[in-house]
């Protein structure tokens, strides 16, 4: 668990995390919204586990309610950092 | 106004290969799937057929109902994989014996190791036994009533059953059904073979005085079944027809069959009543012949009790699974497939690894080499049987057209 992730990083895990549930690499980037990639509620919650588990950082239901990009979820999670 | 059901598109993934075609032709050709004592689906990669989205949010037991239904769905001619009329008179009824136990398992040891914070959030939608009637329901657009029966292994055929009711009373206009199971994992072997019913020679010979239980197979048989009107409105190739089904209780034990085969029995009556064939229309039996000692003989003492015993001495009886093993909650399915095919081409494949007759198992189980079937120009009706622990036992009269 660190502490002194960058926002660059955090990006690059969800973006790594978005290719491995089947969204198509080339329509992966910060603006990319989730429902065009075929992302849906249940990837997301996949995707608070992974944030969980790497950067310590905790997203409830409620969190992600109204997150529908992928800057959205980055700067979610960076503001919560520890 | 009578609502006949036909048989338009197959699908199946088994240990034979990927395809309902392959299944029929490697089984006719005698060759058997089964290896060190498993049917294993072993050509299966579901990466070669499933996007990836598809092959991490589905348990093994769904990913070969999407596989065979996609074939199935393509067979019948479906543009775009979708129905060719109102969606909300499609239907979908996919069975399977267990479900997605592999994930269960997977979990369950997760969980233990590493606690609740670690299980998938995907744990339920993987494992729960209605997900390969959900998603595929998703990926084709199938809106109508959708479910999956839970007979063990009597549920593949059920599922046809209840998909060719909902036709001929109307709910439905077409039904993509069939059965699945992947249930070759350590639990599930483990207490198959705790309570005996695996073969300890880890060879699956149906009827021959040898059989020492079953051998554990997976993988997934679909069909798409249509109103006969609407079939041929839209011009659709039609394969057969499911002319009868009946399904009926021992209530006598919980995983023996009844021994004189009474309610195997009735259920063959049944289906041939539902069907309006007698027995001298029977030109191939597909047995549940599932290799166990009580199987092969109350199963036996049915077809001799409904066909009666000159009939049954003439009607060639032969089992799928000696050469796929036995795939519990889709062997319905699969093997009312192979019945199909096999009364397409007029052949009865062959029991394998059949030598050493037993006292009293004394049909014509087809020891090792297809036969033609000597039916003359009359039509070709067969049947095909499954029985599931809890005495369940489900009949299918197929046609071929």
Redesign the interface.
Known sequence: MSTTATRQEIEQRVFQALEEFGAEPDQIGPDAEFEAMDVDSLDLVELAQIVEDDYGVQLKGEDMEGITTVRQAVDLVVSKLP | MTRNTVITGVGAVTPLGVGARTLHERWTAGQSGIEDGFGRASEFDPKEHL????V??SDRFTQFALVAANEAIADAGWEDGKPPGDPDRTACVIATGIGGIGTLENQHLLLQEQGA?KI???SI?MLMANAATGVVAMRHDLRGQSFGPVSACAAGAHALGMAERLIAYGDADRVVTGGSEAAITPLATAAFAKMDALSNSGVSRPFDRRRDGFVMGEGAGILVLEEEEAAEERGARILGYLRGYASTSDAHHLTAPEPSGRGASRAIELALEDAGAGSDDIVYVNAHGTSTPLNDRSETNAIKSALGDERAAEVPVSSTKSAIGHLLGAAGAVEAIATLLALRDRIAPPTLNYEEPDDGLDLDYVPNEARPLQNGDARAIGISNAFGFGGHNAVLCLEAS
Request: no cysteine; charged share 35%; aromatic share 0%.
């Open positions: 996007s990836v989205k598809e991490r949010r914070g998938s959030p995907l939608p």
